[in-house]
C-alpha cells in the first residue's frame, strides 16, 4: 500500500497480445521530528505498474500530481542494458487504485458522477482488479474536503505502537 502523488503522466501500451499495461512515476513523501526538533522530510520514488482494464482507467483518469493510494506487491524485474550489463529493477503491481484528489483531466470528466456526499464525508473511488473481482464504476466526488495528514512520530517502541 502507498500514498503518493504521481511523477509523470501514465503512459499506456499494449502488448503483442493485445493487453494493455500502463507505467508512471509514484513520489511518497515521510516528515518527522527529530529528538532536537528539527523537521526532515523524505521522498521516495516507486515505478508503478497496472494491467488490462486497470491499466486503461489508469490512463484515462491519472495525470502528473494527482494523489492516489495503490496497493499491490513488488516485483523484481531482470533485465540487460545497453552495455550488456545485467540490471534489476522493482516494480510495484498494483490491482487497486483509489484517486485521493479532486484534481481534473482539464476539467472535463466524462467519467465522473457528483451527487450529494451528506455530512461532508465522501466514499472515495476504488478501482479493482482481480481474478474474480470486475472493475466496478470509479466516481470521483467534485469536493472531497480536507484530507488530514499526520506526521509521523520518531522513536516509538514498538510496545507503544496501537497495533
Not at 515505478?47 to 492516489?68: D, F, P, T, Y
Not at 524485474?77 to 487504485?97: P, V
Not at 484517486?99 to 476504488?126: C, F, M, Q, R, W
Request: glycine content about 10%; some cysteine.
Amino acid at each position: 500500500m502507498l500514498i503518493g502523488n504521481l511523477t509523470r503522466d501514465p503512459e499506456l501500451r499494449y502488448t503483442p497480445a493485445g493487453m494493455a499495461v500502463v507505467s508512471f512515476g509514484l513520489a511518497t513523501n515521510r516528515v518527522w521530528v527529530t529528538k532536537q526538533g528539527e523537521r526532515k522530510e523524505d521522498a521516495q520514488f516507486h515505478r508503478i505498474v497496472a494491467w488490462n482494464k486497470l491499466a486503461e482507467l489508469c490512463s484515462q483518469l491519472l495525470s502528473k500530481g494527482r494523489r492516489v493510494y495503490v496497493d499491490g506487491r513488488i516485483q523484481y524485474r531482470d533485465f540487460m542494458d545497453q552495455e550488456n550489463n545485467k540490471k534489476q529493477i522493482a516494480e510495484i503491481i498494483i490491482d487497486d487504485m483509489i484517486i485521493l484528489d479532486n484534481k481534473g483531466n482539464g476539467g472535463d470528466h466524462e467519467n465522473n458522477v457528483s451527487g450529494d456526499l451528506g455530512g461532508g464525508e465522501a466514499e472515495l473511488p476504488i478501482v479493482t482488479e482481480g481474478k474474480d473481482t470486475p472493475i466496478e464504476d470509479i466516481i470521483i466526488p467534485d469536493d472531497l474536503g480536507e484530507i488530514p495528514v499526520t506526521e509521523p512520530v520518531e522513536d516509538k517502541k514498538a510496545d507503544e505502537m496501537p497495533f
